[in-house]
């Protein structure tokens, strides 16, 4: 989503190593408001924590003492790296809580303080989940779309479906769809098993990704992830001289056209036989993202447990990392 007017311009440094953004990013924020939340439960995941090294001292140069109350620490409540660094520098200090892995933390300190800090509201998204947790309580598969969209899943896997494509025509939830990926794929890709999570955005997608959705191998199924109204729109106008042929699409809202698109291309696809599901929520808010983040959240446990896999860890994630610190002659390793 969009930043609200808050006076604070919202930026991430992420996971991403790149020296080029880092500086770049650093050159942006001179003149502005800055305050820092690092957010990390160990304190020594390296991506964040070289990210922080040259945050940390951008923001003390710049600021000098006051610099400690422009840092935010999000961390272990009892040890680790950060946590002690938080407490040595007097830092604003928010909780990981030590039983929750990161791609299911939005409704804690990791998520929603970056939300809050972005001008939204965080009571409505906590609202919204509290309201899917109330719809999903009964899991009997006639009345409970999370355990549904987990048993299709499921069968469609059986069958020899391994990849699901999360297509959407609203570019505000593209980072939706990149969280969606982390959940599903490090809750269900162990053991040799497990749906791979791709993502497209249409219409742009249709142009590119299209032709291998249509024609392509035989082992994906598609999910579309659809939005009823949107929050803002636009009609197409008709011109004088219809230089450009587009003054039959004259009264259509860009909404309707997306709708139009979606039709067309559910049913192009289902010719070129890829199975389908399609989710829709009624509009763009913190109330129904709050409401759609826990359905997700819930749906893939269930996903995970039909596999026979736990989908509450990630002992893949740690191969690479042990790898890294090889290479780069970390002590210990």
């Known amino acids: 989503m969009f930043q609200k007017e808050t006076g604070l311009e919202v930026v991430f440094a992420g996971h991403q190593v790149s020296g080029e953004y880092l500086k770049q990013l650093l050159a942006h924020l001179d003149g502005k408001r800055v305050m820092v939340n690092v957010i990390s439960k160990s304190g020594k995941t390296t991506e964040p924590a070289i990210a922080f090294r040259f945050l940390k001292d951008y923001m003390e140069k710049r600021y000098g003492q006051e610099a400690a109350e422009r840092i935010i620490v999000t961390t272990d409540a009892e040890k680790g790296a950060l946590l002690t660094l938080a407490e040595e520098n007097g830092y604003e200090r928010f909780v990981v809580p030590a039983d929750v892995g990161g791609r299911y933390s939005v409704f804690t300190a990791v ?66 769809q990149e969280w969606w990926k982390q959940l599903f794929g490090e809750s269900e890709g162990k053991e040799g098993k497990g749906i791979f999570p791709a993502s497209v955005s249409f219409t742009t ?28 729109d636009l009609t197409v106008f008709e011109a004088e001289n219809d230089g ?82 090889k290479l780069l002659n970390k002590p210990g390793f």
């Open 111 to 176: 998520g929603l303080v970056p939300i809050a800090a972005a001008g939204y509201s965080i009571k409505d998204l906590l609202a919204g989940a509290a309201d899917a947790e109330k719809v999903y309580n009964n899991i009997n598969f006639d009345e409970n779309v999370a355990v549904q969209y987990a048993a299709v899943r499921h069968q469609l896997y059986v069958e020899g479906y391994t990849t699901e494509v999360m297509a959407i025509f609203e570019p505000k939830l593209s980072f939706v």
């Open 205 to 232: 997608d249709l142009h590119s990704m299209g032709q291998y959705i249509q024609d392509g191998k035989r082992n994906l199924f598609e999910t579309f992830l659809l939005v009823q109204e949107a929050n803002e």
């Open 244 to 325: 450009d042929e587009l003054n039959y699409l004259a009264g259509l809202s860009l909404q309707e056209f997306n709708h139009v698109a979606h039709k067309g291309t559910s049913s192009a696809h289902l010719d070129g036989g890829v199975p389908q599901l399609s989710l829709t929520i009624p509009k763009i808010d913190e109330f129904q993202l709050g409401h759609l983040l826990y359905f997700y959240m819930l749906s893939c446990a269930y996903s995970a447990y039909m596999l026979d896999i736990n989908p509450f860890d990630q002992p893949g994630v740690e191969d690479y990392k042990n790898n890294v610190f």
